[in-house]
């Protein structure tokens, strides 16, 4: 009988120790978890990979949107498909 529940709390305790280190190996990032993770910010976030976004995102701000990165120095737009020019609305902050 007294062996038996030796046995018992060797297995237990095994247990807990494996369901530790699972935890401590997910957070650590060794270990993938199980679920999707959300996130919900307040204030400024950076984020840096991919991420994958399953329904609408809400700005709320101000976001820079560089046009000069995005379409050179040209105040222009020529659309592809029909080769119209449409003059894109900016502020230059040199002037």
Do not use: C, H
């Not at 910010?41 to 976004?53: I, K, P």
Request: aromatic share 10%; proline share 4%.
């Amino acid at each position: 009988m007294e062996e038996l529940s030796t046995r018992f709390i060797k297995t237990v305790l095994v247990l807990i120790t494996v369901g530790i280190w699972v935890l401590i190996f997910q957070n650590a990032g060794l270990i993938p978890s199980a679920k999707k993770q959300v996130v919900v910010a307040d204030s400024a976030l950076r984020v840096t990979g991919e991420v994958d976004v399953a329904n609408t995102v809400f700005i709320k701000g101000a976001v820079d949107a560089n046009i000069e990165s995005i379409n050179g120095y040209s105040k222009f737009y020529k659309d592809p498909r029909t080769g119209e020019y449409y003059v894109i609305p900016m502020t230059d902050p040199y002037e």
